[in-house]
């Protein structure tokens, strides 16, 4: 069993940054590929990035790509997201989550465990 709990969240203008961090209980951690997805009002849960259980692997979708970047501390049992270039567009909760499944899952229905997210909004 793996509780996530995400923080790091907040306000911020259109250009700035924000990094997410998210907490993982448990001693199974690093046995499992991590991902963050994010979900605005009225639409669905959507992938945002992907890591191995080791870290070396990472994947991420277009939209963020050279402006997000993806980590992951397997001795302290963390994992963020670090956000720069921010744009309104970016706004969602966003949503830590652990799957057995590798680091290419990208579908939110395969994944084992989430967190509660965090609210990221960005305005112009």
């Known amino acids: 069993q793996v509780q996530l709990v995400e923080s790091g969240g907040g306000l911020v203008q259109a250009g700035g940054s924000l990094r997410l961090s998210c907490a993982a209980s448990?001693?199974?951690?690093?046995?499992?590929?991590m991902g963050w997805f994010r979900q605005a009002p009225g639409k669905e849960r959507d992938f945002v990035a992907t890591i191995s259980t080791s870290g070396g692997g990472t994947y991420y979708v277009d939209s963020v790509k050279g402006r997000f970047t993806i980590s992951r501390d397997n001795a302290k049992n963390l994992m963020y997201l670090q956000m720069n270039s921010l744009k309104p567009e970016d706004t969602a909760v966003y949503y830590c989550a652990a799957t057995s499944r590798g680091v290419r899952t990208t579908t939110p229905a395969r994944y084992d465990y989430w967190g509660q997210g965090t609210q990221v909004t960005v305005f112009s």
């Open positions: 448990g001693r199974t951690f690093s046995s499992y590929a």
